[in-house]
Each structure stands twice: as structure tokens, then as C-alpha cells.
């Protein structure tokens, strides 16, 4: 599953991170880990970006962008 | 301790607080520059303390060290190269984890750290509790706890930077990221063929070379290469070769998987210091965001925002603007008083004080955008801005940071391209500094009330509003064009921390102010002085004019003639004939300065280039009335105003300067390709010394000339003729 398919509220767990290099090396170092949990706090009111919660700080991504990071276990609630 | 002196570098990721702890130190004393080649600022200041000099740089805020971004890039080889004394990483410690992940990177280079857990007064907050000894323990680095906002632990800091510059020998990095087994194999392997195969290299931790060779890193490759082409084959060789064995054990890219090994140090470390002591959080921030980034009131909160600037910045711009102009009247009429009148007083008054003058007055305009701008940015409702416009700059291929500056354009491109600052891609500010001239300016607007007022009549507002559009419209095209052209590649990723909103210092924000307003005293003043001057000797030169007419002795003939006329009567029938005679006075003297302005040099100028610009409806009047708006988009008026040689007062002159338009054989249709041509065309002077700054690169600036001037003939060409081809006009 994609994080992209994530709605409001919802939380999981990160499988893996794709898309380029820079890209995917960028996301790692922000902490998007495999077993990192992700709390989707929000979309933007044009739908795009995505406001995340992860490691305790909040960080935006967009949505297409959001399209390369796999997760599992997508549940609701949680609220970090 | 032989020289005193102590050189340290301010480490740490954006919004850790680093340029609080900056100012902090080092108080007001600081110097803002460029990194040599890039557009990345660097500060540095200086203070004495313990009997040392200290000077202080502030290294870019990045998350890691790795080679992917300018800022990273900066901050490194700043260590690599100019090893300073002491690195001090300023560290969130609200946010442990993230902010560790760099910290291990600055660990594993052959340098002395301090680390700075600020903003201290958040764990608690937060409900966690912090073990400092511990992690200075674990990671084996002085560890000191600073309140950067309320000037708390400085000097704790100050005394730890020294005391660990003088511990003479680097402290040896015991404690260290372990890759694995089988990572650290092929580590020790590549570092001790770099040991064998390049003894005189210039790093000393070979340890270090070779993780960042494992890992790819273009800029340590690059620097082997520079050192021995041929060795360094051998050695990138091998590395490949541990690399091909690294990713058929992982299944990953080798760097992918040595983050993933820092990362588990780091949450080992954190599991370690931090306790949790308290579930309940007092989460202000998140509160303040579920209005301001709110789906229904986000926007309408943001535009008025933006409304609120605009309104501050030119409503109480608008009071220090005036005393500016009445002090620059005051100060040429006070030159021209004193020096005698010549070509000395015209350079003075004429050239440069009304020149500088005329940039002058936006001072306080740009004081006040540059001040809610500081205000925006220091309480971190920037990249909030960013998060709700991102979905639109992102049709352009911008990033939502580009929204800010591209609003600023309709005010004035110079502070706007200088806000282009606060976004960190390179491509992304080129782009949105190419672009922003098509934003159009305030001080276009005079031209478009005047040829709109002329010509359109009732329809003006819809006419004026259309141009603006237009420009809307070209940049998003342009923009698209640039970034699948000129300045390919991705879109900046948008992975861009949200930090928690802060309460700005009063002096952080005028410190912020004032750097970016002196970069336009400075730099515009130098470039404004010089360009009106040679606007000033271009129209006024030749002196020595034949005129068609000998305008001062049919002057001294009318006067003479009104003086006998005027002996046979008095009271009223005389003052008629004296308002008669003054205007018939006028009408001369302005015809004669239309016919100075048509003989000098600027006028010839005009008259060489009206072919090129007949095909799109400008006649040679016009051309010079737009070659003079390269100093100042607004002199095309004044200068059309002296071309078709109106007198009178403002009032007068502008209504007959409309009357004097229409006459002039220019129709509708032309009047709208000449709005588009000024719209377009090249840049203001100011405008394109800031894009010199800003870019770092006269290339650009040259581009940014090139491009808008031929975008906006074409633009004009196919207004002027289509439009006629269609049967207007």
C-alpha cells in the first residue's frame, strides 16, 4: 500500500522508500525508515500536500511524492 | 595557544534554532556575504572571550552531509577544507532523533564538536526529560544546554568552545556508527588500499574517505580524481567492486543501507537519554495550525496575510515616501541654487539626485515587506505559506516556497527577487527570478492608467486588469517552458519540515530586516548612480543643437509684443492677456525641449531602432519613451510627456498628453501592444542588478534582458498585426 492512499487521521507503519536517489536518500534522512510509524495529520486544502507526523516533527510531502514511500498495517487513530 | 584565536562553525539543521545561538554570540558584530561560487549566504562574526579572538561561521542549516544539495555541500567542505577549531552542532532538542542523525555524521569526521541541545525549555514541554551527561558519555562530545531564545547558556557554550580548542590533540572518535559486519569489512578494506595507494592525500581519516567512497559521494570523487587520475581509477575500482558485493548482500544501494545503520545508532542513543516523563503535551502549535492550515480557512487566512502586507507596506510606506520625495526636491533645489547652472548642476540635479532619487523613495516600502517577511519566516508560518500554496506553484514546476516572492513582484521585483533567498534549490530560484519580472510591478502602473485612459476610456480597469493577466499567463508559461528547457530536472522534492510556531525576537527580525534592506542601499544605489547617469548624458547630449526653429527669439518676440499689448489696457482684460501670453510661452518652451530630447543621442538611439519596433505599432516617440524605462519603468510617462511636448501643470499635462496620444495617430490596438511591450520587455535596471546578485552570474542577468525583450516583440508583434488582421484597430 502507498502512503498516498493514507486519509486524514490514519497511521501506519513504513515498508520501504522508492522513487531516484536523491529523492529516497533525502526521505531517509528525514527518518522515513522501514518500521518508522506515520501519522497523516492533514492534506493541504488543495488536496496536495500531505502533512505527516513521524519521529515526533511534522514535514509535508506531496502526494505523488508520498506515492513512492510503501507502507503496511495502515490503521486509524492514534493521534501522536 | 601560539596565534589567540579560535575559529569556529555553527552546525545544525534548519530550525534548530542555529542562527539565535549565532546571534547570540556574536551580538551585532556579524558580516554577510556569499559562499565563494554559490548563492548560499554566509555569516560570520567575531568576539573575544578568555583571552582568544573567536571568529564564528555560521555553516548552512542542512540535515545531513552528504553531496546532494549546494547548502551540504557548503557546510562541508567548510570543515573539510578550512578546519575550524571547534564545530559546534546546534541541536532541536525537542526533536532528538532526527537532529542526532546529523550529529553522527559530524562525528565521524576528524574534527572537535560541541553539541548544543537548544531550546531546552521545549523538552519539558513536550514531557520528556533529557540526560545530557549521558549522551556526552555515549557519544563522548561536551554536551550543553541552551534557551537560544532567552540568551540562556551562552556562556556555558563560550567556555566549552575554548576549553575544548585548547585540549591541544582532536578528540580521538571512539565512539562511533558500527555498519556491520559486513559494511565495516569492505570499509577497512577500501581504507587500506587508500592508505597504500595514496600516501600524500590531504585528509587524514581514511576511515571517513572511505565510507563517503562507498557511499557515492560525487564531491570525494571528484577531489580523488583532482589528486591522481590514475591512482584514483584504482581505488574507485575497487570500491565499485565492494559496492556490487554490498548491494547483492542488502538488496539496497550501499548508502541506503548505511543511513538505515546511523539511524539505528541514533535511536539506540535516543532510547538511552531520553525518558519520557509525562503523556500529556501541551501542543500549541498543532492547535494554531488546525486554524491556519485548516482546509476551508486556510486560504482565505493566508490571503489575508497578504492583503495585511501589501496594505502595511504601501499605506504606512506611503508617509516616509513622501518626506523622501520632498527631500529630494528640496536637495536639488538647493544644488541648483548653489552651483551655477551648466553641465555640472544638470549631472547633479537632472542625473543623479533625480535618478537615485527615484529609487530612493522605495526604501521604506522595502524596509516594511522585508520586516513581515522576517516576521513570517522567524515564527515559521513560512512554510506553512508553502504548504498551501505548493498545489499551484507546483503547474509552474515551482516549489510553494516561489509563491511569497512572485506576490512581491506585483509590488516591486527587487525585494521580490531578493526574497527568492528563502528557497534552497538553485534551479527553483533561478526560475522563479527569470519569471518574476512578469509579475507586473507597481511602478508599471502609470503607463497602463495613461495608454488605458487614452484609448479605452470606460473599459480602462478591464483593459489594465487583462495586462496583468497576461503576465500571469506568460510566466506560467515561461516557467514551464525554463524547467523542461533552461533549467531541467525535478521539482525540489517537497519533503519540507513544518517546525513548530515560535514567538520571533524583535531583534532577530530587525537584524533580518536590515541585512536584506542594506543589500539594496548598497548595491542598487552603485548601479542606479551609474545608469542615470549615462541615461541623463545620452538625453541631454548633444549641446549644441541646431534647432528648426530659433525657439528663444520667437520667446523674446512674444514677450515683447504681449509687453505693448498689454500697456493699453488693465485689470482683467489684462490678466487674460497675460495667461495668453505665458501659454503661447509654454507651448514653445516645450516644443523646444521635445525637439532637444529628438536631436540628442537617446533620440537618435530611438529613431535607429523604430523600424524594429514599427512592425508592433511603436513609433519612434514611443521608442525612446521606452528605452528610457530601463532605468525606471515609470519615466516612459515622463518621457512621452516631454516627447509630445505638453506644458502645463501635472493635472493639464495629462490630460493633454492623452489628447496629444490620440492625435499621434496610435490606435487602440497599438496602445494595447505598447501596454504588453512594457509589460514584458526587459527588466528595469534595478531589476536586473538584483538578478546579477542574486544569481551570482551576469549570464543570467544578460539572459533574463534577452529573453523578456524578445518574448515581449513577439508578444506586441502578434497583439499589433493579428489584431489588425482581424479588423481591429
Known amino acids: 500500500m502507498k502512503l498516498s492512499e493514507l486519509r486524514q487521521g490514519q497511521r501506519a507503519t513504513v515498508v520501504r522508500v522508492g522513487g531516484n536517489g536523491a529523492f529516497r536518500r533525502r526521505l531517509l534522512e528525514m527518518g522515513f525508515l522501514r518500521g518508522t510509524d506515520i501519522y497523516v495529520e492533514k492534506y493541504a486544502p488543495l488536496r496536495d500536500p500531505i502533512e505527516l507526523i513521524l519521529k515526533g516533527y511534522h514535514v509535508s510531502l506531496r502526494v505523488e511524492e508520498a506515492a513512492h514511500v510503501e507502507i503496511e498495517n495502515p490503521r486509524i487513530g492514534g493521534r501522536p | ?729
Open chain 2, 1 to 729: 595557544m601560539a596565534d589567540k584565536s579560535i575559529t569556529v562553525a555553527l552546525a545544525g539543521n534548519p530550525n534548530s534554532g542555529k542562527s539565535t545561538i549565532f546571534s547570540n554570540l556574536t551580538g551585532s558584530r556579524q558580516k554577510i556575504g556569499n559562499w565563494p561560487g554559490v548563492t548560499v549566504e554566509k555569516k560570520e562574526g567575531h568576539l573575544s572571550a578568555y583571552g582568544y579572538d573567536l571568529t564564528i561561521v555560521d555553516l548552512p542549516g542542512t540535515y545531513s552531509l552528504t553531496a546532494y544539495t549546494v547548502e551540504e555541500i557548503v557546510a562541508r567542505n567548510f570543515i573539510l577544507d578550512e578546519q575550524p577549531d571547534v564545530v559546534v552542532d546546534v541541536i532541536d532538542a525537542s526533536n532528538l532523533e532526527r537532529n542526532l542523525y546529523l550529529a553522527t555524521q559530524l562525528r565521524e569526521l576528524d574534527t572537535k564538536v560541541v553539541f548544543v541541545l537548544n531550546m531546552a525549555d521545549m523538552i519539558e514541554q513536550r514531557g520528556l526529560k533529557i540526560d545530557g551527561e549521558k549522551l556526552s558519555e555515549l557519544l563522548d562530545v561536551p554536551v550543553i544546554f541552551t534557551v537560544g531564545n532567552a540568551n540562556k547558556g551562552t556562556q556555558k557554550l563560550l567556555s566549552a568552545i575554548v576549553s575544548i580548542a585548547e585540549t591541544g590533540s582532536k578528540v580521538p572518535p571512539v565512539r562511533r556508527v558500527h555498519y556491520g559486519k559486513d559494511v565495516e569489512q569492505c570499509i577497512d578494506e577500501v581504507a587500506q588500499i587508500i592508505d597504500e595507494e595514496m600516501p600524500d592525500r590531504p585528509y587524514t581519516d581514511v576511515r571517513w574517505v572511505a565510507i563517503k567512497l562507498l557511499e557515492d559521494d560525487k564531491v570525494i570523487k571528484d577531489r580523488l580524481k583532482h589528486i591522481d587520475d590514475s591512482v584514483a581509477e584504482v581505488v574507485l575500482e575497487a570500491v565499485a567492486a565492494r559496492r556490487e558485493r554490498l548491494r547483492g548482500l542488502f538488496d539496497d544501494e550501499p548508502e541506503i543501507v548505511m543511513t538505515d545503520y546511523r539511524y539505528g545508532f541514533v535511536a539506540g542513543v535516543v532510547k538511552e537519554v531520553v525518558k519520557t516523563i509525562s503523556e500529556h503535551r501541551a501542543d500549541m502549535s498543532r492547535r494554531m495550525d488546525e486554524g491556519l492550515t485548516n482546509r476551508l480557512l486556510g486560504i482565505p487566512v493566508f490571503v489575508f496575510f497578504i492583503w495585511a502586507m501589501f496594505q502595511i507596506t504601501f499605506t504606512v510606506g506611503a508617509y516616509p515616501m513622501d518626506w523622501i520625495e520632498v527631500g529630494v526636491g528640496w536637495l536639488s533645489g538647493q544644488v541648483s541654487r548653489l552651483l551655477p547652472s551648466g553641465i555640472f548642476e544638470g549631472l547633479i540635479v537632472d542625473g543623479i539626485i533625480a535618478g537615485v532619487g527615484s529609487v530612493a523613495v522605495f526604501f521604506p516600502n522595502i524596509l516594511i515587506l522585508f520586516f513581515c517577511i522576517a516576521i513570517f519566516e522567524d515564527t515559521g508560518y513560512m512554510a506553512r505559506a508553502a504548504f498551501l500554496m505548493d498545489k499551484v506553484m507546483h503547474l509552474i514546476g515551482l516549489h510553494g516556497k516561489s509563491f511569497i516572492p512572485m506576490l512581491m513582484g506585483f509590488g516591486c521585483n527587487v525585494p521580490a527577487i531578493m526574497a527568492t533567498r528563502t528557497l534552497e534549490s538553485h534551479k527553483d530560484r533561478v526560475l522563479t527570478i527569470l519569471i518574476n519580472p512578469l509579475m507586473s510591478c507597481s511602478a508599471r502602473l502609470p503607463v497602463y492608467i495613461l495608454l488605458a485612459g487614452a484609448f479605452f476610456g470606460a473599459k480602462a480597469g478591464n483593459v489594465i486588469f487583462s495586462v496583468y493577466f497576461l503576465g500571469i499567463v506568460l510566466a506560467i508559461l515561461m516557467g514551464r517552458l525554463f524547467r523542461s528547457t533552461l533549467l531541467r530536472g525535478e521539482v525540489a522534492p517537497f519533503v519540507m519540515e513544518l517546525p513548530p510556531y515560535r514567538v520571533p525576537m524583535l531583534r532577530s527580525l530587525l537584524i533580518h530586516m536590515w541585512d536584506r534592506a542594506k543589500v539594496f542601499l548598497k548595491k542598487m544605489g552603485g548601479v542606479i548612480l551609474i545608469g542615470s547617469v549615462v541615461v541623463w548624458v545620452l538625453s541631454s547630449y548633444p549641446k549644441t543643437v541646431t534647432y528648426s526653429v530659433d525657439y528663444e527669439a520667437r520667446i523674446d518676440q512674444l514677450r515683447s509684443r504681449y509687453a505693448l499689448l498689454m500697456k493699453r489696457v488693465s485689470g482683467t482684460p489684462r490678466e487674460v492677456l497675460q495667461q495668453e501670453r505665458d501659454k503661447r510661452i509654454a507651448a514653445l518652451e516645450a516644443r523646444k525641449a521635445s525637439e532637444t530630447v529628438e536631436k540628442s543621442y537617446m533620440g537618435r538611439i530611438g529613431k535607429g531602432l523604430a523600424p524594429v519596433l514599427e512592425p508592433i505599432g511603436i513609433d519612434w516617440r514611443g521608442t525612446v519613451a521606452v528605452l528610457s524605462g530601463f532605468v525606471a519603468k515609470e519615466i516612459v510617462v515622463s518621457t512621452m510627456g516631454v516627447l509630445y511636448a505638453v506644458g502645463g501643470d501635472e493635472q493639464k499635462k495629462t490630460t493633454a498628453l492623452k489628447s496629444a496620444l490620440r492625435k499621434s495617430g496610435m490606435t487602440p490596438l497599438s496602445a494595447y501592444a505598447m501596454m504588453a511591450f512594457i509589460l514584458i520587455y526587459v527588466p528595469c535596471l534595478a531589476t536586473v542588478a538584483v538578478i546579477r546578485r542574486e544569481t551570482n552570474s551576469w549570464k543570467w542577468a544578460f539572459f533574463s534582458m534577452g529573453y523578456s525583450t524578445a518574448l515581449a516583440w513577439v508578444v506586441a508583434f502578434v497583439i499589433f498585426q493579428g489584431g489588425q488582421l482581424l479588423g481591429f484597430g
